[in-house]
C-alpha cells in the first residue's frame, strides 16, 4: 500500500516511465504475452505432465516435449492463484477523489498493474482487494472510508458478473475457479474502520472483509505499527486484544503485516487459529528493517500453522535498494548535464528517460522473489509461503519479470527450473493461504455451535 514515507527516490523523472503496465519497456520478456488464450479455460492438456512427477502421466509419443515456460504457463492456469495483497480498490478511490476518469478494470486499462486480460493471461484466480484504509483517517471516518471501497469492489463484480465473484469463503473461490471466475476476495488494511467499537468485527465480517491488517503506517487504537518509532501500546493495545478474540469468534483472518514485531507477537500468542503475513517479505534479505518478518517470527507465525505472502516491491526484496536507486538518478543527472541540458527542460527529461532505456532503474528481478520464497521455505518448509504482491501499491518498484498481474507464470517457471514440483506450487500460489483461512472459518463455526 502506498507507504508514502518510504517510497523510493528513483527521481521525478521516472515517474513517466509508467507503473508497470504490460506495454511498459521491461528488458525481461514478459511470457504471457505468448499465450494467446487468457481464460481459466484454457486448462493444459495431459501432454503437459511435468516431468517432476514420481509417476508422470505417459504422454503420447508425438507430444511434444515440454519446456518450463510452457509448464509455468499450464500450471498458472490449472492451479488457483490467490494473492493476499492488491491495491485496486485505492487505485480506483483516487482517481474519483481526484476527479478523474477512474479505470474500469473489467477490461484492459492503460496504468495500474491489474485488470481482467491481464488477470486472465497471468491465471490470477482470487486476489485480495486491499480495502485500504489511511492512518489519517484514524478517529476521523475511517468506517465509512472502508465502506466507500467496499462498494467499489462490489461494482466491479456487478459490472461483470461472468467474469468476477466476491467470495467469502475458499469454497466460493474453488466453485468460482470452476465457474471460470476470478474471485474478489477482501481483506481490511488497518483496524482504523472498527473505530473502538468491537460490534465493527462482525459489521465487516458481514460485508465481506475476511482479514484485518491491524494497524498501517502509525500505531493506531489496536496495535503498534512498524513505521512508528513510539511503541505507543507495546504491542497491542488492551482493546486489541479483544479484537483479536473478536476476530477469532466470527471467522476474520488475522494479518500481521505491517505490525510492529511487539504487536505480531502477541498476535501469535493470543490468536486461537493460524494467522498470515498477507503482504511481507524476508527480514534476512532487508537486515534491521522491521516491515519484513525475521527468522524467529517466521519460525512462530509457522508453529502456528501461519502463512507468508511475500511483497514483490523491490525494498522489500533487496536491502540497498533505495541507495542504488538514488546512485542511478545521481549517475543519470550528471549524465544529462553532461550533454549541456538543463534537467526541466523538454530535451534534459528526453535525455534522461533514453539514459534509462539503455540504464534501468535498479529492481529486483523474478528470481528475488523466489530467493525470498525459497528462504521461508529452507526455514520451515513448504506449508507456510504464498503470494501477496501489494500489485497497484508498490508502483514502479515491482520487479523484473513481476511487473504485473500478467507475469505470475514468470515466477512459477523459476520455482519449476529450481526443482520445485507440482504440489509445492500449488501450496505456494495459494492452497496454503486456502488452508489458513478455512480454518479461521471451522474455527468460528464451532465457536458459533458451542455458544448454541
Ligand atoms: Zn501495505
Known sequence: MPRTAITLALGALLGSLGCGGSASPSPVP??????????????????????????????????????????????AHELIILDGHIDVPWRLHKAQAAGKPVDDVTGPTQGGDFDLPRARAGGLDA???????????????????????????????ARAPDDFAL????????????????????????????????????YFHGRGIRYITLAHSKD???????????????????????????????????????????????????????????HSSCRHFTPGWE???????????????????????????????????????????????????????EEGRAAALAYEQEHPVPRATVET???????????????????GSDFDGVGDSLPQGLRDVSQYPNLLRVLLERGHDRDALEKIAGGNVLRVWQAALDHAAAAARSSG
Open 30 to 75: 514478459a511470457i504471457s504475452s505468448v499465450s494467446a488464450t487468457p481464460s481459466v479455460s484454457a486448462t493444459p492438456s495431459v501432454s503437459a505432465a511435468p516431468s517432476e512427477d514420481p509417476e508422470p502421466t505417459p504422454t503420447r509419443a508425438d507430444a511434444p516435449p515440454v519446456d518450463p515456460e510452457a509448464r509455468a504457463q499450464a500450471l
Open 220 to 278: 493506531n487504537h489496536i496495535a503498534d505499527s512498524s513505521y512508528d518509532s513510539r511503541h505507543t501500546h507495546g504491542g497491542l493495545s488492551a482493546f486489541g486484544e479483544q479484537v483479536v478474540a473478536e476476530m477469532n469468534r466470527v471467522g476474520i483472518m488475522i494479518d500481521v503485516s505491517h505490525l510492529s514485531d511487539e504487536a505480531a507477537d502477541d498476535v501469535l500468542r493470543l490468536s486461537a487459529v493460524p494467522v498470515i503475513a498477507s
Open 369 to 387: 522473489v523466489a530467493d525470498h520464497i525459497e528462504h521461508v521455505i529452507e526455514l520451515v518448509g513448504v506449508d507456510h509461503v504464498g503470494l
Open 127 to 157: 486476489p485480495f482487494m486491499s480495502i485500504y484504509v489511511s492512518a489519517d483517517f484514524e478517529g476521523k471516518g475511517a468506517k465509512q472510508v472502508a465502506d466507500g471501497l467496499i462498494d467499489l469492489v462490489e461494482g466491479i463484480v
Open 291 to 345: 516491515r519484513n518478518m525475521s527468522d524467529e517470527m517466521i519460525q512462530r507465525l509457522a508453529a502456528k500453522g501461519g502463512v507468508i505472502q511475500v511483497n514483490f516491491g523491490s525494498e522489500f526484496l533487496v536491502g540497498d535498494i533505495r541507495e542504488r536507486g538514488k546512485a542511478h538518478a545521481k549517475e543519470r543527472d550528471a549524465h544529462v548535464r553532461g550533454l549541456g541540458l538543463a534537467l526541466d527542460s
Open 167 to 202: 467470495a467469502r469463503s475458499p469454497a466460493d473461490v474453488r466453485r468460482n475457479f470452476a465457474d471460470g471466475k476470478v474471485s474478489l476476495p477482501m481483506g481490511m488494511e488497518n483496524g482504523a474502520p472498527i473505530e473502538g467499537d468491537l460490534a465493527n468485527v462482525a
